[in-house]
Structure formats: structure tokens, C-alpha cells
């Protein structure tokens, strides 16, 4: 299930990152930067996770930073993020998911999750912030695409809604 639930992620991220890319930046300034930063947010989340998993040291210091990279280096990130984690759910034997991780976050405290519960942290932490993105995306006129799991079931797999 979460292979399939990270084929949802990607295909749910791609439809955020082409709405966003709609977003008239001179008359939703605001909302355009909002969009970006919450990009930003989940690619060092994302980033952060990838090297506990990986056991290697974290990449940043912080769950955000100041300077807010634009929309096609943040797209090129979350995509390749993206796909890193697919790949490494197709190779994960049942024993490794049940793996504790031990970790500190950024902000100093202690944390422990299974490799198994660190994906899904991946998986529930993009979906909400995708619903923020939403929200900027409603206030700047551009619709924000369904990105519900039974859409993409259906959306991939068409023969799905036959009778």
C-alpha cells in the first residue's frame, strides 16, 4: 500500500506544482511566495527524512530557511524527492520497515520512528501541506486540482469506474 500511496504523492505533487505555476505573480504576490515557501518547507522535510533514513547527518538545520528558492528548482527537488523515496519502497525488505530510527529533529529534541512510519510521516506531511498550497490557490483564482486518492485510482486506472 505505500508504494501505492507514494505513486499518489508524486502524481498528487505534480498537479500542485503546475497549479501553482498558474498563479498571476504581479496581482497574488502574497500567495505566490506562500506556495513557495511551503514547497520549500516540504523539500527540507523531505530532504531531512531521505538522510535519517539514509543514516546520514541532516542536510539543514531547519525545517524552512530565509531565502525561498523559485518554483522550477523547487519542482526539480520535490520530483527527484519524490521519486528517491518510490525507489527506495520498491527495495525495502519487511524486516527494514520495522527498523527503529533513532534521530534528533532540528529543534534539538529527541525522535525514534520506523523506517515504515518515517514514510508515512513523508506521505501525511505533504497532503497537508498541499491543503495550504490549496487555500493560496483558491485566493489567487486558480483552481486547485482534486488530489483525493480515490481521484488518482481513478485517474490512473479508468477501468476502475466500469461497473
Not at 70 to 92: H, I
Not at 123 to 150: F, K
Amino acid at each position: 500500500m505505500l508504494s501505492q500511496a507514494f505513486a499518489y504523492k508524486c502524481w498528487s505533487d505534480r498537479r500542485a506544482l503546475d497549479a501553482i505555476a498558474q498563479i498571476d505573480r504581479v496581482r497574488f504576490p502574497g500567495e505566490f511566495a506562500f506556495a513557495l515557501q511551503q514547497l520549500n518547507h516540504l523539500v527540507i522535510v523531505e530532504d531531512l527524512f531521505r538522510a535519517r533514513l539514509s543514516g546520514e547527518a541532516d542536510p539543514h538545520p531547519a525545517t524552512n530557511t530565509d531565502a525561498v528558492p523559485g518554483l522550477d528548482e523547487l519542482r526539480e527537488r520535490l520530483l527527484t524527492s519524490g521519486q528517491w523515496y518510490v525507489e527506495q519502497l520498491a527495495a525495502l525488505a519487511p524486516a527494514q520497515a520495522k527498523e527503529i530510527i533513532r534521530f534528533r529533529f532540528t529543534d534539538g529534541r529527541s525522535g525514534s520512528l520506523t523506517r515504515e512510519e518515517m514514510f508515512f510521516h513523508i506521505l501525511n506531511h505533504a497532503t497537508y501541506h498541499r491543503g495550504s498550497i490549496a487555500r493560496a490557490l483558491d485566493q489567487a483564482g486558480v483552481a486547485h486540482p482534486a488530489d483525493t486518492y480515490t481521484v488518482f485510482v481513478h485517474a490512473t486506472q479508468p477501468a476502475r469506474r466500469e461497473g
